[in-house]
């Protein structure tokens, strides 16, 4: 008989595998020992997060059989696992009350299908060069404060070996993150659907040159990640300190037409790239993730829980009878009443 897994041992594989970053104890949240127990906040008030490596919700002893690695917990995911056996889910980015149960609170819903519920954000960053690896260069130089910004991260590294071309990092990226067939398969959805104007992220935010042409040379890249506050003036010193960079990489973020770095990018002579957006980094940081609880936990089935959002136009949503529905609740419910 296989051993049986508890929740404490998911706890100490996720430990084991961040190298003891997980909270192990009540003092770790308010004592600031842990420095990835963070709180994140736009100063938006009552919007803030404390993200809080390791076990959020659950009891220690509790049995675990099957596993979901997901990126964003949300009520799809909830619902997704209670039906399909699913008794932890590991979350890469942080969750809180309400926000990622629905609206709900998650020890009741979770509580309800006896789901123990773990994260794992920042205290999984920096364990891996695989977004490097994934774009096709190698980082010999890692910022993760540039300019003294907080999270404002700076790659530089050498294009591998076989990464000669802007073109070679962008098939690179597509056969990596098998961007064909999500183009095959929303045609697919378009068609079933009787609608060719379903978007998909992955497909409608692939990667993308911005700036030259796929035969132009790459031997050294600046990674960046434009959310972050990466500006023009940090491209012009970054370019400065590291001669011989010729490709700029923006990846989870990307830039759009009108954003000052692209100019900044074209006067330096760049070439511009737009690698994955945030929707594939399911691939990027929760493929290893699983794979490495899987290995170090093979009693339990592991399995991903992969996001894929589209937009539909309001007109081409459903089927008649839910139009005509959507109509009705809005004309005697929702529309003020002329007197
Ligand atoms: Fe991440
Ligand atoms: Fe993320």
């Given at each position: 008989?296989?051993?049986?897994?508890?929740?404490?041992?998911?706890?100490e594989?996720?430990?084991?595998?961040?190298?003891?970053?997980?909270?192990?104890?009540?003092?770790?949240?308010?004592?600031?020992?842990?420095?990835?127990?963070?709180?994140?906040?736009?100063?938006?008030?009552?919007?803030?997060?404390?993200?809080?490596?390791?076990?959020?919700?659950?009891?220690?002893?509790?049995?675990?059989?099957?596993?979901?690695?997901?990126?964003?917990?949300t009520?799809?995911?909830?619902?997704?696992?209670?039906a399909?056996?699913?008794?932890?889910?590991?979350?890469?980015?942080?969750?809180?009350?309400?926000?990622?149960?629905?609206?709900?609170?998650?020890?009741?819903?979770l509580?309800?299908?006896?789901?123990?519920a773990?994260?794992?954000?920042?205290?999984?960053?920096?364990?891996?060069?695989?977004?490097?690896?994934?774009?096709?260069?190698?980082?010999?130089?890692?910022?993760?404060?540039?300019?003294?910004?907080?999270?404002?991260?700076?790659?530089?590294?050498?294009?591998?070996?076989?990464?000669?071309?802007?073109?070679?990092?962008?098939?690179?990226?597509?056969?990596?993150?098998?961007?064909?067939?999500e183009?095959?398969?929303?045609?697919?959805?378009?068609?079933?659907?009787?609608?060719?104007?379903?978007?998909?992220?992955?497909?409608?935010?692939?990667?993308?040159?911005i700036v030259g042409?796929?035969?132009?040379?790459?031997?050294?890249?600046?990674?960046?990640?434009?959310?972050?506050?990466?500006?023009?003036?940090?491209?012009?010193?970054?370019?400065?300190?590291?001669?011989?960079?010729?490709?700029?990489?923006?990846?989870?973020?990307?830039?759009?037409?009108?954003?000052?770095?692209?100019?900044?990018?074209?006067?330096?002579?760049?070439?511009?790239?737009?690698?994955?957006s945030?929707?594939?980094?399911?691939?990027?940081?929760?493929?290893?993730?699983?794979?490495?609880?899987?290995?170090?936990?093979?009693?339990?089935?592991?399995?991903?829980?992969?996001?894929?959002?589209?937009?539909?136009?309001?007109?081409?949503?459903?089927?008649?009878?839910?139009?005509?529905?959507?109509?009705?609740?809005?004309?005697?419910?929702?529309?003020?009443?002329?007197?």
């Open positions: 008989m296989s051993k049986k897994i508890l929740v404490k041992d998911v706890v594989a996720l430990d084991k595998i961040t190298g003891g970053r997980v909270v192990k104890s009540p003092e770790d949240y308010t004592s600031g020992k842990n420095p990835f127990v963070v709180t994140k906040s736009s100063n938006i008030p009552g919007k803030a997060v404390t993200e809080t490596p390791g076990l959020v919700c659950g009891n220690l002893n509790q049995e675990v059989k099957k596993i979901a690695v997901l990126m964003t917990l009520e799809s995911c909830i619902e997704l696992a209670g399909t056996g699913v008794d932890a889910i590991i979350a890469h980015h942080p969750m809180a009350d309400a926000a990622n149960a629905g609206g709900v609170l998650l020890n009741t819903y509580g309800l299908y006896n789901i123990a773990f994260e794992l954000h920042e205290a999984f960053h920096g364990l891996h060069p695989g977004l490097s690896y994934l774009h096709g260069h190698k980082a010999y130089h890692v910022d993760i404060r540039y300019k003294g910004i907080p999270g404002n991260i700076l790659y530089v590294g050498d294009a591998l070996p076989e990464i000669k071309t802007v073109g070679d990092m962008l098939n690179r990226l597509n056969s990596l993150m098998n961007t064909k067939q183009d095959e398969l929303l045609d697919y959805e378009c068609k079933l659907r009787c609608c060719q104007d379903i978007c998909e992220t992955s497909v409608s935010a692939q990667g993308e040159i042409e796929p035969t132009n040379k790459v031997s050294k890249v600046i990674h960046m990640f434009p959310h972050t506050g990466f500006t023009p003036e940090h491209l012009e010193c970054a370019v400065q300190e590291h001669p011989g960079v010729d490709t700029l990489l923006a990846t989870i973020s990307r830039v759009y037409p009108g954003n000052p770095l692209i100019d900044k990018a074209k006067e330096l002579g760049l070439n511009f790239l737009c690698g994955n945030h929707a594939l980094e399911i691939m990027e940081n929760g493929m290893p993730l699983a794979r490495a609880v899987q290995t170090l936990l093979p009693e339990v089935e592991v399995v991903l829980f992969k996001e894929r959002v589209t937009s539909v136009p309001l007109d081409a949503f459903g089927t008649k009878e839910i139009q005509d529905y959507a109509r009705l609740i809005t004309e005697q419910f929702l529309l003020p009443k002329n007197n």
